[in-house]
């Protein structure tokens, strides 16, 4: 079985940082990705992590932790842009099927 | 850059009728993946195919056939649609995974159907 939970909504200003948190337990584990999809958009790809620790690209850094089955999102310097759902996705085996979270709507206010 | 393209963008269907959804991707990968998402529910595997001729079954497989004749194209079919399969509908495709190595999967635009 998989069970892959997120918030479901958060709200932040323009300018802060917001940390966006999954948990997850799976079967099999073989590395964590996080995509982010505008509304009425396809997810586009963000990040990936397979050890533990902290991944930085830019404004955007993902952090995995296996032991605990954790991990977060953290999204610097906001911007209206980001405004997007987040999603949060466990790669099982070796055929590369993903099993997604339900997402984290993230708004984004001036 | 036309990486993975769906058809139709949108189509409307009655109970019963039957379509066939297609996924074409330009990148030479090897796995490709129909999901289907729906409110509250997240992305949830339909079928797969880790490569030409062949298929699996995902998570939500009952209804839906699915075919990979070529490398390059996997369709989706409903054969009697019903309106619980009512959704949008997202191909993507990947190079083949796993062993820690970062293949991310990529996604068309979806197809939007209703069923009434």
């Known amino acids: 079985g998989q069970n892959i939970d997120q918030p479901t909504e958060m709200t932040a200003t323009e300018g802060a940082i917001v940390q966006i948190n999954c948990t997850y337990q799976?079967?099999?584990?073989?590395?964590l990705f996080w995509y982010q999809q505008h509304a009425g958009e396809a997810p586009t790809f963000l990040s990936y992590?397979?050890?533990?620790g902290l991944e930085e690209k830019g404004r955007f850094s993902s952090f995995l932790s296996r032991s605990k089955g954790y991990s977060y999102l953290l999204l610097k310097e906001l911007q209206m842009k980001d405004s997007a759902s987040y999603l949060c996705?466990?790669?099982?085996?070796?055929?590369?099927?993903?099993?997604f979270g339900k997402g984290n709507q993230v708004v984004v206010i001036p | 850059n036309a990486g993975v393209t769906q058809t139709p963008k949108f189509r409307v269907l009655k109970t019963g009728q039957s379509m066939t959804l297609l996924c074409a991707q330009d990148?030479?990968?090897?796995?490709m993946y129909w999901y289907r998402q729906d409110p509250g529910m997240g992305l949830r595997l339909i079928h797969y195919?880790?490569?030409?001729?062949?298929?699996a079954k995902g998570e939500v497989p009952d209804g839906y056939n699915v075919s990979r004749l070529k490398k390059q194209n996997f369709l989706l079919g409903l054969e009697s649609a019903a309106p619980s399969q009512t959704s949008v509908y997202f191909c993507?495709?990947?190079?083949?995974?796993?062993?820690?190595?970062?293949?991310?999967?990529?996604f068309g635009d979806g197809t939007r159907l209703s069923i009434l």
């Open positions: 993507a495709s990947s190079y083949s995974g796993g062993g820690g190595v970062h293949q991310p999967q990529h």
């Open positions: 799976t079967s099999g584990f073989n590395g």
């Open positions: 992590n397979v050890l533990d």
């Open positions: 996705a466990v790669r099982e085996d070796g055929n590369n099927r993903l099993a």
């Open positions: 990148m030479n990968h090897e796995y």
């Open positions: 195919s880790v490569g030409e001729g062949t298929t």
